[in-house]
């Protein structure tokens, strides 16, 4: 479907400080280094209409995982960012910051479940809650099956696939006891169909939309689960394509697409609807895309 932009919103304003802070801890250790906070001013109340929330993203520190950070601070959410490239976090929380709004940051690899764990726990630790994960996190390394590239799709299999796993588990638990929360999958038209040299991909994107429809299956209603699926965006993703032939095929491939701005309005779309409303799947894509 074609997306149309959705005005932003501005949220009530949380009862935790309103500020933005950038915390860098070792990989791997389980303490993080001391958090320098900057405090901003509030969003007036009385130009707001609908809660803050405490969202946490993945693969935050490009494309589509950064214009959805910058969308829903802008909104007035507290936003807590995710990625391995920790120098972007901090820039994109800057950014943010200079605009009004309020971000932690924090390095993550999505294929560490504990990692994954540990900063699901540390956002509610300092915020109280958390109301939203967005897993975006994803890698799109193409190649031909007859071009036998397993360690890539070993590295898709354990980013695209247990990296999403690893943010459900690490999220569900807080939910569970809050009664509500909000899970996002950011998968792929992939996941619809496929592509020559995009059969592991889109397998994994499959995987993820299957894992999604399942959990909103499961779980009680009062949890919400939204799979949304871009199609061509601007992005970092064909940069991790090693095959020559399939980098010059997806060079082609994405000739027509829509900015990431696109998908974080979706994303925001999603979000704001009532409790009582859950938005299962939203499919975005250029109009030129068949």
Same mark, same amino acid.
């Given at each position: 479907?074609?997306?149309?932009?959705?005005?932003?919103?501005?949220?009530?304003?949380?009862?935790?400080?309103?500020?933005?802070?950038?915390?860098?801890?070792?990989?791997?250790?389980?303490?993080?280094?001391?958090?320098?906070?900057?405090?901003?001013?509030?969003?007036?109340?009385?130009?707001?209409?609908?809660?803050?929330?405490?969202?946490?993203?993945?693969?935050?520190?490009?494309?589509?995982?950064?214009?959805?950070?910058?969308?829903?601070?802008?909104?007035?959410?507290?936003?807590?960012?995710?990625?391995?490239?920790?120098?972007?976090?901090?820039?994109?929380? @800057?950014?943010?910051?200079?605009?009004?709004?309020?971000?932690?940051?924090?390095?993550?690899?999505?294929?560490?479940?504990?990692?994954?764990?540990?900063?699901?726990?540390?956002?509610?630790?300092?915020?109280? @809650? *958390?109301?939203?994960?967005?897993?975006?996190?994803?890698?799109?390394?193409? =190649?031909?099956?007859?071009?036998?590239?397993?360690?890539?799709?070993?590295?898709?299999?354990?980013?695209?696939?247990?990296?999403?796993?690893?943010?459900?588990?690490?999220?569900?638990?807080?939910?569970?006891?809050?009664?509500?929360?909000?899970? *996002?999958?950011?998968? =792929? *038209?992939?996941?619809?169909?496929?592509?020559?040299?995009?059969?592991?991909?889109?397998?994994?994107?499959?995987?993820?939309?299957?894992?999604?429809?399942?959990?909103?299956?499961?779980?009680?209603?009062?949890?919400?689960?939204?799979?949304?699926?871009?199609?061509?965006?601007? =992005?970092?993703?064909?940069?991790?394509?090693?095959?020559?032939?399939?980098?010059?095929?997806?060079?082609?491939?994405?000739?027509?697409?829509?900015?990431?701005?696109?998908?974080?309005?979706?994303?925001?779309?999603?979000?704001?609807?009532?409790?009582?409303?859950?938005?299962?799947?939203?499919?975005?894509?250029?109009?030129?895309?068949?």
């Amino acid at each position: 479907m074609r997306h149309a932009a959705v005005p932003a919103r501005r949220p009530t304003t949380p009862t935790q400080e309103n500020s933005v802070t950038t915390s860098q801890p070792q990989p791997q250790a389980a303490t993080t280094a001391p958090e320098a906070t900057i405090t901003m001013p509030a969003p007036d109340p009385a130009t707001t209409s609908t809660p803050a929330k405490v969202v946490l993203i993945t693969g935050a520190s490009s494309g589509i995982g950064r214009a959805t950070a910058q969308r829903l601070a802008r909104e007035g959410h507290q936003v807590v960012l995710g990625a391995r490239r920790e120098d972007r976090l901090i820039e994109i929380a @800057r950014e943010i910051e200079a605009a009004g709004g309020r971000a932690d940051v924090r390095r993550l690899d999505v294929t560490d479940r504990a990692d994954v764990t540990s900063f699901a726990e540390a956002a509610a630790e300092r915020h109280g @809650r *958390i109301d939203v994960i967005v897993n975006n996190a994803g890698i799109m390394p193409l =190649s031909r099956l007859d071009a036998l590239q397993a360690d890539e799709w070993d590295r898709m299999i354990d980013v695209n696939v247990r990296g999403l796993l690893h943010g459900i588990a690490a999220a569900l638990p807080h939910f569970q006891r809050q009664g509500s929360g909000h899970f *996002i999958t950011v998968a =792929s *038209i992939g996941a619809h169909q496929v592509v020559p040299t995009g059969a592991v991909y889109c397998a994994t994107k499959y995987a993820a939309w299957a894992l999604t429809e399942g959990l909103r299956l499961e779980l009680d209603p009062s949890i919400r689960v939204t799979t949304v699926s871009p199609g061509v965006v601007e =992005s970092e993703l064909a940069d991790s394509i090693t095959d020559e032939a399939a980098r010059e095929a997806m060079r082609a491939y994405r000739a027509d697409s829509i900015p990431p701005s696109g998908i974080a309005d979706a994303i925001s779309y999603a979000i704001g609807q009532p409790p009582g409303v859950d938005v299962n799947e939203l499919v975005i894509r250029p109009a030129k895309q068949r």
